[in-house]
């Protein structure tokens, strides 16, 4: 019987035990002698080898663990909007954030804490009003929309933007209402390929999301006062 004693996946010693076998013949201890020695060689080749393979497979798999742990990480401290991603398209608020004509509405999502809700997964159509369709408001009603104790009528307004579902322009009809997330409808006016909201809203352009579509507005929807 052989014993083989590793450390660090390198065999130290090879013992030879027989056992109830009495060997007095030269040549065959000469044979075993050299049977030995080839089986101490192969064991010299082939564990490094292993060892190496070992070694890279772990490595490998901490690598793509750890990968997954940080994803995981800012996803739990800040939500979808928080996590990194260059490569697959964009959500609406992601595509808002980007905008420099959009940062008064981005101002008023996070005012209203509906980034976290417009980032998830959908599908959202939702009607994004420029910088200049605010300022279009009458003076001081931005300001006082965007304050603490007027939250529940800022959320009122953006939810009046915002319609569950994925509407696209070229399927549009004129006269057509949409029920928006405040329960209130939208109705489109269409002419000549051209779609206009409520009657005051021009839609200046349509971008793709990836929980959407967002179509840019050129004024400010406000919902009719409820009864």
């Known amino acids: 019987m052989c014993q083989f004693h590793l450390v660090q996946g390198k065999p130290i010693a090879l013992q030879w035990q027989l056992n109830n076998l009495l060997i007095h013949d030269q040549p065959t201890i000469v044979f075993l002698k050299q049977l030995k020695l080839k089986i101490m060689k192969k064991l010299f080749h082939f564990f490094p080898i292993a060892a190496l393979v070992l070694i890279f497979s772990a490595c490998n798999s901490n690598t793509e663990s750890a990968t997954a742990t940080e994803t995981k990480d800012a996803a739990k401290s ?56 605010f300022n279009k408001l009458p003076v001081g009603t931005l300001d006082g929309l965007m304050k603490d104790d007027k939250k529940a009528d800022l959320q009122n307004i953006l939810e009046y933007h915002v319609a569950v579902g994925v509407y696209k322009t070229e399927n549009m009809r004129d006269g057509q209402k949409i029920n928006m997330a405040n329960l209130g409808d939208i109705t489109l006016s269409v002419k000549d390929g051209k779609v206009v909201v409520n009657g005051v809203a021009n839609i200046v352009a349509s971008i793709p999301a990836a929980n959407g579509i967002i179509h840019v507005v050129d004024a400010v929807l406000l919902p009719p006062a409820k009864n």
Not at 96 to 101: L, Q, Y
Not at 114 to 123: F, H, K
């Open 78 to 133: 800040g939500g979808q909007e928080a996590v990194q991603d260059d490569v697959s398209q964009k959500d609406v608020v992601k595509i808002a954030v980007g905008s420099k004509d959009h940062t008064t509405l981005v101002a008023a999502l996070k005012q209203a804490d509906y980034v976290d809700d417009l980032s998830n997964a959908g599908p959202f159509t939702v009607f994004a009003p420029t910088n200049d369709a």
